[in-house]
């Protein structure tokens, strides 16, 4: 068996720096050949981040290691005697759901997707390209960057899955059963709901398929990916089941809170004009708001006392959050979408769209939904040099610094028309 790579103790290190934790990766694969090959690649890479490799050539094995050890990403191959991948991976979500659950396998059927959906937060095809491989581990263990709260990770990682509108459910289980449906018309539906979209840009930007570039839009993905398989992710998630959550919160309308993403999105989408990055930020808007949705589905009574707490203070939603979560939807939204592998670009302005990325100096995507998200619900939001504590305004010293405070007034006039094409039917909590 390979051995496990240690990191050298802190006494060794010519740095006085304090070095970042070590990350643990348990690797679990029957073939003792494809063990080794994997540690002989990565034995570079170790060298120059705090990674901790250990290797088991079976589930039993594997579970043994993490009564002793915690471990921050699982890589699990499918197919293996005695217990398959996917049974590991449904041991290690209920003894340890803050790891990142990572499948390996040489096949794509629409059986092994039933099965393994509900459970792997990404998929690596076998034989694995050694650079998707290393950008896949580099990524999620960056992801304690974006959520640093061990108790909120659980909370993410506990489960797959996400809860959809009812509306959204009866139309795409129509369109699924109806022979003739194109997958435009299946697009259409699923780029409607937040839920949906984000499982099917899950298993897209996964190294599952072994894209030659990445899939930029909703549509593209549904197309790519054909109508049985979007039948198999519909499947696995069980939507119906979802349906009281909303009902369980007064006053949270998931329609709403996707009617406002959609706003936000197309708006962001326009103040980046010709610049690169339109179709992530188009995704980004619309997936904004996913980690309400966890909240929402895994937290339910904490997020309601957020949601009237902010309603009836007249103050932004992610301040009660931090007062009763310790982080914000925007940050479990980002850590989801990283665990499930979107792309960076995606995940960075998911997780920063409720404000300014301290730093910055170009008008990027997060940057744009930062603005968007705040004018899709206001265009005459107020714009402030320091914005106060439990204040709704655009922060305009960061406007610029980024050099387009005066594209402001201009911006505010996008908004209002953005806003006369699509109107929420209720009022959304404020962001």
Known sequence: MPASSQIPPSSERRSSRREPEAQRILFVDDDELILRSIERVLRRRVQQAPWELHFATDGDVALRLMEQKAFDVIVADAEMPRMSGTGLLRRVQETNPGAVRILMSGHTGLEMLRSALPLAHQFISKPCDVQLLTSTLENACGLRSILNRPELRTLVGSSNELPSAPRTYVEISTALN??????????????????????VLQLVSSGFYGLPRQVNSVGGAVAFLGVEVIKAIVLSIEVSKMFPVSRAIPDFSIEVLQQRSTLA????????????????????????D????????????????????SARAKTPLYEAELELF?????EVGGYLLGLWGLPTRIVHAVAHHLEPVAGT?????????????LLSQNPDVPALDQVPARTTAIDLSYLRALGVAHQLEDWRRMAREVAAGVAPSRVAARA
């Open 178 to 199: 109806n022979p003739h449906a194109s997958t435009r018309t299946v697009a259409e539906i699923v780029e409607r709901d937040i839920a949906l979209s984000a499982r």
């Open 265 to 288: 999105a197309q708006l962001a989408k326009r103040l980046l004009g010709h610049e690169s990055g339109g179709e992530s930020v188009l995704i980004a808007g619309m997936l904004q």
């Open 290 to 309: 996913v980690g309400q949705l966890i909240f929402a589905a895994r937290a339910a009574q904490r997020f309601a006392i957020a949601l009237s707490s």
């Open 326 to 330: 310790g982080s914000t939807h925007a």
């Open 361 to 373: 100096r170009v008008f990027d995507a997060a940057a744009a939904l930062y603005v968007g998200n």
